[in-house]
């Protein structure tokens, strides 16, 4: 080997280990001989250039846990992730149209319902990167609000989040600075119904529909109300789809999927005393989601009895030695052997078949230990 290719095979490996995009090689993601558990299309799904393996790992998560029950469903990721571009669009835009005497418009309603829901407005487009990142709790808020769709209603997908969020930035910008200095009510409905419009053109679209009478009013005052309108006949809570013969919407169809889970969130931090709850500091959890804070190898012994009883775990790590912030999830779906006989975890990542064992790969119990940011938990 050259120095020169040396040299550029160094470079390829640092900025691998920089990203959650693909994972640097270590011998801790060496895979053994064990077999997919799931079988299917699981290890295929592949989150390509975006950061959003959060979503990837808790929905890998939820379809395990279907599997126990007898469903096969596969669920599209494309959906909650269109669904956080959209929502953090239509807060740069409410953010930069804001004025001080707009206590009772249109603005004002979506920014209070937006407060309801996660406390404040919370991580709008920058225009810095990062839009598609976030933690496992704020998955399952995404999944409460907007509720979840099959994957074969995918029409179309994100591949590059950041080069979406610089065009959903740009376009925020343009309908914000087109309004006047004190817009009326029906110029900033007319506003948001024309940047909903564009953003249908720009995120994935799925074959669901809506009826023509829903309304931009409708989807924010829906029984399961969200904090920002949806797009069009892509989402709200009016949008249906048929899965086995079955009329859902997207929120129906989520809490059929996730019937009565209940989900339990840990971190192991020095900083705070144990067994209290604790907003986790790391850049990623920007509506300050509570852990409960134990010692690691508590959590470590809670995750393997609930793989025992077949349960998968959501897991956050960093690649970075106790780094103490997460930089890639995966779901951890059974218990294996290293190729040294050890116990070791078996994990289901998001980088496509071609990684690892058709998608999986095993975990040592050591570099879990020293390398678990949070988890998260089905309630035995």
Request: proline fraction near 4%; charged fraction near 20%.
């Amino acid at each position: 080997m050259t120095k020169r290719v040396f040299f550029l095979w160094v470079v390829v490996s640092g900025l691998l280990l920089t990203s959650c995009n693909r994972p640097a090689g270590n011998e801790e993601a060496v895979v053994s001989n064990s077999s997919s558990p799931l079988g299917g299309l699981e290890g295929a799904y592949d989150q390509c250039h975006t950061e959003a393996c959060w979503i990837y790992a808790m929905l890998a998560c939820i379809e395990h846990e279907a599997k126990l029950s007898g469903d096969s469903v596969l669920l599209s990721r494309q959906w909650l992730l269109s669904r956080l571009m959209e929502e953090q669009t239509i807060q740069r835009f409410i953010i930069k149209t804001q004025t001080s005497n707009d206590n009772n418009g249109l603005l004002h309603t979506f920014t209070k319902s937006v407060d309801e829901h996660v406390g404040r407005l919370c991580s709008p487009l920058g225009g810095l990167g990062g839009a598609s990142r976030g933690v496992g709790p704020d998955a399952l808020r995404l999944i409460n609000t907007y509720g979840l769709v099959p994957y074969q209603h995918e029409r179309s997908r994100i591949n590059n989040s950041r080069v979406l969020e610089r065009k959903l930035c740009l376009l925020a910008d343009r309908h914000a600075a087109s309004m006047p200095s004190h817009p009326t009510d029906a110029r900033k409905q007319q506003a948001l119904l024309e940047l909903k419009k564009q953003l249908k053109e720009l995120l994935p679209r799925f074959t669901i529909s809506t009826p023509l009478h829903s309304t931009i009013t409708e989807a924010a005052s829906s029984h399961i109300s969200s904090p920002l309108p949806s797009t069009g006949g892509d989402g709200g809570g009016s949008s249906s789809f048929y899965y086995l013969s079955m009329r859902y919407t997207p929120l129906q169809f989520a809490e059929s999927v996730m019937y009565c889970q209940q989900w339990q969130w840990y971190a192991s931090s020095p900083y705070h005393p144990y067994n209290t709850m604790f907003a986790l500091e790391v850049p990623d959890n920007r509506r300050y989601h509570q852990y409960l804070n134990l010692p690691m190898k508590e959590i470590e012994a809670r995750v393997i009895a609930s793989l025992e009883d077949g349960h998968a775990v959501y897991w956050e790590m960093s690649r970075r030695r106790d780094a103490g912030a997460s930089d890639h999830a995966m779901a951890i779906v059974g218990l294996t052997r290293d190729k040294k006989g050890r116990l070791a975890f078996l994990c289901l990542n998001s980088y496509g078949k071609k990684w690892g064992h058709n998608g999986y790969c095993t975990v040592s119990l050591s570099y879990f230990r020293h390398h678990t940011c949070n988890v998260g938990i089905i309630a035995l």
